[in-house]
């Protein structure tokens, strides 16, 4: 409710060319890796800014992030020493 509220305060504050879109790999959708058209898919986790997961946060640890993305080892070491 208060983002929505946020939101809303901002969107009426605000003109339309005082707006800002981000790349797609701000905030890119890690869990939905696989609904994502092959256009916008990224392959590499390097690729992204920023990223959000929801069903993938338990499995850093085991390999099936890997299978989703290719991950250069220390981005993987980093992970999986930094999520639990």
């Given amino acids: 409710m208060h983002q929505a509220v946020l939101a809303g305060t901002l969107l009426a504050a605000l003109r ?3 707006f800002q879109q ?7 959708p890690l869990h939905l890796h696989s609904r994502i058209t092959k256009e916008r898919r990224v392959s590499k986790l390097s690729q ?3 990223c959000r997961t929801e069903e993938l946060v338990d499995t850093m640890n085991d390999s ?3 299978n989703l ?3 250069d080892k220390p981005i993987m070491d980093w992970l999986q020493a930094h999520t639990v």
């Fill in 48 to 50: 992204l800014i920023t």
């Fill in 16 to 18: 339309p060319a005082e």
């Fill in 69 to 71: 993305l290719k991950t």
């Fill in 22 to 28: 981000f790349p797609f790999e701000v905030n890119y």
């Fill in 64 to 66: 099936s992030i890997q």
